[in-house]
């Protein structure tokens, strides 16, 4: 995914290391969960930056680079990253760049491979069940 950023168009992917240690998706699926609007939109404005932040580590950690282990460091570049959506939200809209975030993250990182290997051996597993059930 392409996203431009003051004027500068990054790359946005979610590698493996980045998106484990950062445990991004246990915070999507929480963010999925929320009880009500407000909750969700908090949770949202939340969530927002880190995930632009993860997503920005596989091409653009010489800009944003973090460790995650490290508390302060994460902060310093989190406080970055707060500072690029104050300007980037003046003209987008933040539940589209969330939605666009978690496409990304679904569709086109590690976890779209494991997801089709999941997908593939549960038809298959399907297909098996039916054949034998038939005879």
Known sequence: MKITLNGK?????F???ATVKNKILKKVADLETSADDLEALDKMLI???ELLLVGLQKFH???FGFDPYNEAEKEQRMEQMYAILDDYLEEND????IQNLIKELE???FLSKMLRQEQSKTKKTVAKKTTTTKQ
């Open 9 to 13: 168009e990054y790359t946005v992917k």
């Open 15 to 17: 590698g493996y290391e």
């Open 47 to 49: 969530l927002a930056p």
């Open 61 to 63: 950690s010489d800009a």
């Open 94 to 97: 933040m539940t589209s760049l």
């Open 107 to 109: 569709d086109n990182s």
